[in-house]
């Protein structure tokens, strides 16, 4: 049985390394602060069975189709919509106020490159659905392994 030797401090992390750790993984965390004062809106993005394409499913309950705008390019989509509030009708005094006007909008840089002029999106219950196929660069290609003969066989 032979010992194999491991550097002690190998098993450490740097400062910045935890530092950048525990910000991913806290509550206050800018995207996540921003999901609970509802400021943003919550998505789920993943790739096809066939690994195609991405899908991208974003909650936007109450917002009407046409304030939605959606961009892409290269490997970059975009999501944004402005809520309008109600017409201006007076009110005595607020107890509570949680709905208001605002531009909301979410940028994914997606892994690989997409082909923006065939993005599709559909709206339904409040959920916006992306079909973001990827580049044809981008796909993954089956490659057939020849056999080569040999030469001067006997």
């Given at each position: 049985m032979s010992m194999i030797?491991?550097?002690?401090?190998e098993g450490f992390m740097s400062l910045r390394q935890a530092m950048d750790r525990m910000f991913e993984e806290s509550f206050l965390s800018p995207g996540r602060f921003a999901l609970f004062t509802g400021?943003?809106?919550p998505v789920d993005v993943y790739e096809s069975k066939d690994q195609k394409?991405?899908?991208v499913e974003a909650s936007l309950p109450g917002v009407k189709p046409e304030e939605i705008e959606i961009t892409s390019s290269g490997d970059t989509l975009t999501i944004t919509y402005a809520t309008r509030g109600e017409e201006k009708v007076e009110k005595p005094k607020y107890v509570r106020r949680e709905r208001y006007e605002d531009e909301m909008s979410r940028t994914f840089t997606l892994p690989t490159q997409i082909d923006p002029e065939k993005v599709q999106a559909t709206y339904e219950h409040g959920v916006l659905t992306l079909h973001v196929p990827k580049a044809e660069t981008a796909r993954p290609k089956q490659i057939p392994v020849k056999v080569k003969e040999a030469v001067g066989t006997r």
């Open positions: 030797w491991k550097d002690p401090s400021r943003t809106f394409e991405y899908v």
